[in-house]
């Protein structure tokens, strides 16, 4: 599968933005889903992941409560909502696909990535 993230950009401290991944084929809902970010001269961290029905989803504690990840499944497309943005979440983000759902953190997992989007978030 290919996924082509969109969406990032430059937003205030306070400020929302929604990403999109949009995958490639007819399989899309046979993977499950996942959102990285690394910023600069940082690792790159898990930040939330999604089930194959959208039915259950799991955030890292530092964005919990502020971002929220859903699916379309029809339109092959997984979102990542965004709000109360920190300058500390500034980084790029990528989602990833993989087939099961084992250590859904673990970045290594996953088989498949985009290509990456810039969130610049300014105080």
């Known amino acids: 599968v290919q996924l082509q993230a969109s969406g990032g950009g430059l937003v205030q401290a306070g400020g929302s933005l929604r990403l999109s991944c949009a995958a490639s084929?007819?399989?899309?809902?046979?993977?499950?889903m996942g959102w990285f970010r690394q910023a600069p001269g940082k690792e790159r961290e898990f930040v939330a992941a999604?089930?194959?029905?959208?039915?259950?989803?799991y955030y890292a504690d530092s964005v919990k409560g502020r971002f929220t990840s859903s699916r379309d499944n029809a339109k092959n497309t997984v979102y990542l909502q965004m709000n109360s943005l920190k300058p500390e979440d500034t980084a790029v983000y990528y989602c990833a696909a993989r087939k099961d759902s084992g250590s859904y953190y673990d970045s290594q997992r996953y088989t498949y990535w985009g290509q990456g989007t810039q969130v610049t978030v300014s105080s």
């Open positions: 084929g007819r399989t899309f809902s046979s993977y499950f």
């Open positions: 999604i089930s194959w029905s959208g039915g259950n989803t």
